[in-house]
């Protein structure tokens, strides 16, 4: 995901702002990390580039 | 809404299993329909695709000149694909009903095809009305059932039995109904018929010999009117074509 996406992204549970960790990026792509809600405290993955910003109960436990 | 969960959950799994099938599904690929809906939203600066499948309508709005193009779906394989195979869309797995994005996030949204999988459409609606700016445009378009009760029965029971992550086909004024409390003004709706090759329609969701059977069983005991309603067609090996309807509906907020 380009890092400009967080212009928009938010916490899909409360609509809270979330943080971005970046464990790995090309120029503003963000390949690897995760997004922290910042009220929630709930961590979204962010895998291959694509951030998985499914609720709690709709993701799979992998 | 536990329920609600698992089912969309399940339908994610099955569709990330299908995505291949569905990339190449010519339903899915081509039409007037997906150039009236991404026209409607040429005008807007970025636009979110919601449950884009494999990102057909998400590139077509990237084609249509839309600058930045979103495309959500609920399974990570069909957002992977989507991203993939239309360069200049991002990808963000999400779901329908809740989506990740801020109040008035975007000039547009559509969602094409897919909204008989929600299990709740009136928060579907309610959370595309909150992302999309005012001004702005929804574009939507999915399978809807007739008004007559038993028809309606008829389609959903065969669209289930074919795909149990079918939840319901509703009808045109349930949608108009939805959007319109929701908040949007409804500019445009359009019903267009489709008709569907049995066999194909069925390899579509790699469809079991039993739900096929199930199918079958529905098809054989139609209701009165039904073959009328869905132009059914039948051969030696039974029902060779049907058409269903769909619903393209532009609203804006």
């Keep these: ?62 | 809404m536990a329920g609600g969960s698992d089912r969309k959950r399940s339908a994610a799994s099955a569709f990330g299993a299908h995505a291949d099938a569905y990339r190449d599904s010519t339903v899915h690929r081509e039409g007037d329909d997906l150039d009236r809906l991404a026209a409607w939203c040429s005008g807007a600066d970025r636009a979110v695709d919601v449950a884009t499948g494999a990102g057909h309508t998400a590139g077509a709005l990237a084609a249509a000149g839309v600058d930045r193009v979103i495309a959500a779906d609920a399974a990570p394989e069909m957002v992977a694909t989507a991203a993939a195979s239309f360069p200049r869309v991002e990808g963000v797995v999400a779901d329908a009903e809740r989506l990740p994005f801020a109040d008035d996030a975007v000039d547009a949204a559509a969602c094409r095809i897919a909204a008989h999988h929600f299990p709740d459409p009136v928060a579907f609606v309610a959370a595309v009305a909150r992302v999309v700016k005012p001004g702005g445009t929804f574009a939507f378009e999915d399978n809807v059932a007739p008004e007559d009760p038993a028809l309606d029965e008829f389609l959903n029971t065969v669209e289930r039995r074919r795909d149990p992550t079918h939840v319901r086909s509703h009808t045109v004024a349930d949608w108009i109904g939805w959007l319109e409390d929701a908040g949007f003004t409804v500019e445009t709706t359009t019903v267009v018929t489709k008709t569907l090759d049995y066999t194909e329609w069925l390899g579509n969701v790699d469809a079991s010999a039993e739900r096929r059977r199930g199918v079958a069983a529905a098809f054989a005991d139609p209701p009165t009117g039904a073959a009328e309603a869905f132009s059914i067609t039948r051969g030696a090996d039974g029902v060779e074509s049907f058409a269903n309807m769909k619903l393209l509906a532009r609203a804006t907020r």
């Design chain 1, 1 to 62: 995901m380009k890092e400009s996406l967080m212009d928009i992204l938010c916490d899909p549970l409360d609509k809270s702002d979330l943080d971005l960790e970046v464990d790995e990026r090309d120029g503003d792509e963000i390949i690897e990390g995760r997004l922290i809600g910042s009220v929630t405290g709930e961590v979204y993955p962010i895998e291959d580039g694509i951030p998985n910003l499914l609720p709690p109960d709709m993701r799979d436990d992998e």
